[in-house]
């Protein structure tokens, strides 16, 4: 228990400080790369609530499509360091922020939190706790009403269950060899650019 415990408030403390970090760092390049962090976070926090494909999706997704598309927009754009200039939109920002930021605490702190003990449910635990989705066997599916056939094309999981299960771990491998491949090519091509 002291454990989870433990992983918890890591990925917490990691979440917390990339969030902070993405938007208080003035590199764009930085701002990708902790925000890669952030989606990694969160990823670990779907693994510790028992939801592996989400916490799959949340990599392959935000970590391995939207960060990387960030940061090679970052590496392809000229004269990032500049930044953006001031302009006279910056105090309505502020402002619908503080606005939200108000909202969103008035919401949690007069929400009366206790209402789900009274759900019929023997423990708290239980609202808490989730189970990972399984593959249902053949008799459930054909007491379901598919035929036989239908029934081994699901059963037979194919290339998406071999991905997600056996060979997730060499799966993702790759692809982070493929993309540290692109990202040495992009700095090789602008480095002779210049």
Known sequence: MWFEHLVFWALAVVAIGGALGVVMVRDLFRA???LAMVFVAVGGFYVMMNAEFLAVVQILIYVGAIA????FGVMLTRDVQQGNTPNRLQIPAALVSTL???A???TAVSTDWTTLAGAGLESQSQIAQTQAVGIPDASEL???GLSAQEVESVAGGGL???LIGEFVLPFEAVSLLLLAAAIGGLALA?????
Do not use: N, P, T, Y
């Open 100 to 102: 939200l930021l108000a």
């Open 190 to 194: 602008r480095g002779r650019g210049r």
């Open 160 to 162: 998406a269950d071999l």
């Open 32 to 34: 990708a790369l902790l």
């Open 142 to 144: 054909v007491a379901s």
């Open 68 to 71: 990387v598309l960030f940061i």
């Open 104 to 106: 969103m605490v008035f």
